[in-house]
T-cell receptor
Framework: GAVVSQHPSRVICKSGTSVKIECRSL??????MFWYRQFPKQSLMLMAT?????????EQGVEKDKFLINHASLTLSTLTVTSAHPEDSSFYIC?????????????FGPGTRLLVL | GQQVMQIPQYQHVQEGEDFTTYCNSS?????IQWYKQRPGGHPVFLIQ?????EVKKQKRLTFQFGEAKKNSSLHITATQTTDVGTYFC???????????FGDGTTLTVKP
């Protein structure tokens, strides 16, 4: 199946700093990528839909100025958590659908564990 | 908005017992997908169902899509310890660009 990479896998930062997370589709082009947040033992919460060449679409309750998304190319989307606080500590996962596949499969990245001290 | 409910939240079984998780949507779906997330890992695609009443099998796993395309189930026959993890359904409405995930069912298997 298609491969999606995510970097970094883990990050620890001080409160008030910004953290950038990269999501790459390695062997296919993704005009759309999804960013999720998952708290321990909870479901995936969709934060935003990243669209190549246009603005991201944010879900209700997600601050677009705090979670900056840039979809600069057909293989790369970035999520920047600005002025991170301890409550932003979570598991962030991206996914990308392979539009050329027969099934609308979402391929998930391995996730990024963010810990804000 | 669309809601996708999944039950049960947790299921503990003895190895060899069967397991079923159910997914119900508040709206009619164009398709439903099932994912498995191992502890500490990320979700991995299992299958997609599209047709009303569709049944698909993958070895010990049986997936069903309801006639009304509003519910689905995943049944595992004779569970093994390798089946542990959280199983998520994700339903997509017609003409919607995104899927809505259920809360997941976490399966633990006692050897």
């Amino acid at each position: 199946g298609a491969v999606v990479s995510q970097h970094p896998s883990r990050v620890i930062c001080k409160s008030g700093t910004s953290v950038k997370i990269e999501c790459r589709s390695l062997d296919f082009q993704a005009t759309t990528m999804f960013w999720y947040r998952q708290f321990p033992k909870q479901s995936l919460m969709l934060m935003a839909t990243s669209n190549e060449g246009s603005k991201a679409t944010y879900e209700q309750g997600v601050e677009k100025d705090k979670f900056l998304i840039n979809h600069a190319s057909l293989t790369l989307s970035t999520l920047t958590v600005t002025s991170a606080h301890p409550e932003d500590s979570s598991f962030y996962i991206c996914s990308a659908p392979d539009s050329k596949s027969l099934q609308e499969t979402q391929y998930f990245g391995p996730g990024t564990r963010l810990l804000v001290l | 908005g669309q809601q996708v409910m999944q039950i049960p939240q947790y299921q503990h079984v003895q190895e060899g017992e069967d397991f079923t998780t159910y997914c119900n949507s508040s709206t009619t779906l164009s398709n439903i997908q099932w994912y498995k997330q191992r502890p500490g890992g990320h979700p991995v695609f299992l299958i997609q169902l599209v047709k009303s009443g569709e049944v698909k099998k993958q070895k010990r796993l049986t997936f069903q899509f309801g006639e009304a395309k509003k519910n689905s189930s995943l049944h595992i026959t004779a569970t093994q310890t390798t089946d542990v993890g959280t199983y998520f359904c994700a339903g997509k409405r017609t003409n919607a660009g995104k899927s809505t995930f259920g809360d997941g069912t976490t399966l633990t298997v006692k050897p």
